[in-house]
């Protein structure tokens, strides 16, 4: 694209093109959001599929030289900039990105992430904490999730956001939007935010009219 100052910049190719739920995403936009940060060194973004029929977006990060990257920053950052569907779930920080003999990324050799090594926040303590907990491991497929444990950084996605929503509703005969859940994507958040609802829509007693004297 060419710039304000008239310069052409580069965003990236177009053949890197992928299908996820249904909407056609360029994998170089995304690469060109998280690159624009000036911790990143290098970025590159692919769609994996670790479980079948499950296809979540990974974004490989490589630092500047003597910096750190604040992966929740970032995340942010890309939810700012970025529509839902193009958050990748998970963000991974390598010493540097694995190249073929010819130069070329090989994306064959990029790990899988590890959702699970996030999942290590305080049990649930109450009964609603410890069913949205079970709730969001068996939508995550995870093995356990921790009251403060973020939802998207588990892995999440807005597919699996509307079916967490779907589940909470049925499970627990509540309605949560998919605005709250991003909003608080914990188990802790979630039933909080449910507790809150309760309140806001318990209906409200109406004073009783005062007798008159005369009456």
């Known amino acids: 694209r060419w710039n304000h100052n008239g310069q052409l910049e580069y965003l990236g190719r177009t053949d890197h093109q992928v299908k996820i739920r249904g909407i056609r995403i360029e994998l170089g936009e995304i690469e060109a959001v998280l690159g624009g940060r000036k911790e990143i060194a290098q970025v590159a973004v692919i769609a994996r599929e670790d479980r079948p029929g499950d296809k979540r977006l990974t974004a490989y990060l490589v630092p500047v030289d003597g910096t750190d990257i604040d992966v929740d920053a970032l995340r942010t950052h890309a939810r700012t900039a970025l529509p839902d569907y193009m958050v990748p779930s ?105 507790e809150t609802t309760k309140k806001t829509s318990r209906p409200q007693l109406r004073p009783r009219p005062r007798p008159r004297d005369d009456d």
């Not at 998970?90 to 959702?115: C, H, I, S, W």
């Not at 609603?128 to 444990?149: P, S």
């Not at 049925?170 to 994507?185: D, K, R, T, W, Y």
């Open 90 to 194: 998970a963000f991974v920080v390598l010493d540097e990105l694995p190249l073929t003999t010819n130069g070329k990324l090989d994306r064959r050799a990029l790990p899988a992430p590890d959702y699970t090594t996030a999942a290590v926040s305080r049990e649930p303590v109450t009964e609603q904490e410890k069913t949205l907990a079970a709730l969001f491991a068996d939508v995550l497929n995870l093995e356990r999730v921790g009251a403060d444990d973020n939802f998207f950084e588990l892995g999440g996605h807005s597919l699996l956001a509307t079916r967490l929503v779907s589940r909470i509703r049925s499970g627990l005969g509540v309605e949560l939007s998919i605005q709250a859940l991003f909003e608080n994507p914990t188990v802790a958040g979630v039933a909080q935010q449910l």
